[in-house]
């Protein structure tokens, strides 16, 4: 059980648990702030990983540089999206409440085009890159430079984004709108303006992780439903709107996967982390983080 | 199949084979592919292979039907990795679309869901990508399996290769999944046979996310040996983490993965040493279709071909082709034909007996330098196997 108390066990969780922070922030932000249910999220993420690999491939650019090139497109899109529909969507959404179910729909209907859409414009097949590949030791604990990379740039943007949400006007608007929307534009919110920049940042943050994960994934149009579901669990475990809770829920995820296997046997990763997510919606339906509804 | 049609009528047309059918009367091939769900990154290396052949055979005139030259026509759709709806698809294929000859899909499910379909209407058909001891169940007559990748061989050939390569003890860690799963049923009583100590003998699942675990226990264990019966997903996570970890077994295995031209872009000369299944490579000088098939697939497609599933998926055309050329297009020739005849191949000879290819022994390959060479068994090596 020395393992256990390794620092190599420990660096896994961070990176892992780096990447689903990162995944989840996006989505939480998108969901938080307009309640809507991107199930195309890995989508992003994967659109994120062709934008690194076309960059370094054509034009030798870092992964590490092809991620704010990944972020910027990755937000564009996102724009574009609300401009062209969900803008629409959130202004004709009453008192029906149907805006999660059919946001629900319209990015499933996205994620499988973005899918197909990618398979035909750069074909199914598996690409990879080759980039950071080299093996340092810090402190006896060995670290893949292009995993450490994933580690600082991911953690960077997750309290980047915390921090702009805690400290500026900006971020102020969001966090009221994910608190209260009807009472954000009540007290003079510009509801539409924050929706695009909470999109843009969730949307971004999606590319920026699939740039990072191009460096250690096969890269293919089908990569992108496991973050998909990575960060669902994510924003549920931290309470859906709670982002510090949902960066925190990621690591927590990143735990039970890498710590539980070695208690236990690989074969029982996906028992033990369904099991904590049942868990924690028996227990805390509002999420590790979340507040309980006052009566 | 609406979305398959667009897409085949798409193909075709930009492919200009509207115009060239009008020219002449082609020969309709028809197959359903795995263009999306679960297999999709997989059915490329089929399709490109499938695509290469016809062009050649078009560029060269046409196929040779008994002596006539007909263009090659495609009728394709996909199947959306769903066994059920490929086994319908071959039923469209020749009842309403009437398709003169058949491809195979991808897969040993999907394979084994036509089988029925083809035996029905007595349709020949020359499988490629499936490998499993449930090939030897499907009634012979219809369908033919041209791979020598299967598990109840590959387990006793990878334990003499794990021996002649001087290693007494290893780790095997397998994916869950079934191929990984028969591999790993053949594999732990031949490595006993063989002497050699299983020191690890641990499964995970497929969407396993990290390694450092099951790396940690094989280190710790001090195997000359890892053997890891992966999936490609997951043999890019072990090749990342085991340097991580500086696992440095001499010998290191992985199932599936190696042979897709990605892996070499992903690891370079750190993958180096690795050995993986496969029955063919570009470097036996006795196959002398095999190193200009290489060569042209990558001035086509800009990337290596796959050397199992397009290989396989190359040899099923070129199996098709010489019993065309002989038997024409009249099921029951070409059935006797393809049964009966030795096939001249990218991997050599080729004959069937039953369902299988009854000349190509199962194999192993080694990444070399960056070139994949056959280093088991030791008749069609092309290199000697070289400790990582």
Redesign the interface.
Known sequence: MD?LL?G??AF?VAV?GAVYAVVGLGLNLVYGTMRLLNVGHGELVMLGAYVAFWGFTLAGLSPLLGAPVAALLAALLGLALYGGLFRRMLEADGAGGRLEANSLLVFLGLSVVL??AS?LAF????????HL?E?IRVGGV???EN?LAILLVAVAACAGTILLLRLGIHGLAIKALIDNRRAARIVGVDVDRTQRLSIALGFGLAGLAGALLAM???????MGF?YTVAAFVVIVLGGLGRLAGGVAAGFVL?AV??YG??LT???Y??VLLYGVFVAVLVLRPQGMAGARARP | MLKGTIAAAALAAALGLGAQAEAADPVRIGFSIAQTGLFSQAAPSQMTAYEMWRDEVNAAGGLDVAGERRVIEFVWYDDESNPTKAAQIYEKLISDDKVDLLLAPWGTPTHLAIAGVVEQHQFPVVGNTAASVAVRDVAPGNIWFPTSAIPDRIGPELAKLAKSAGVTSVAVIANVLPFSQENLQFLIPALEAEGIAVKVNESYPPDIADMTTLLTQIKDAGVDGVIALSYPADSFLYMGQAKEIGIAAPFQFLLVGPTISAFADAFGAGADGIVTLGHWSPYQAAWPKAKPFYDAYVAKFSMRPDYLDTALAYMSCEILQQAVAVAGLDKAKLRETIAGTTFDTINGPVKFEGVQNAVTPTAFLQLQGGEMHLVWPAEIATSAFKAR
């Open positions: 393992v390794s190599q066990l896994s892992l899918q197909n398979a074909t199914a097949s598996p690409r990879a890159i080759r590949d093996v060995a670290m893949t995993r250690i994934e096969q890269i293919s149009p089908f496991p990143a996967q890498v296997v070695a046997a690989p074969t990763a996906s």
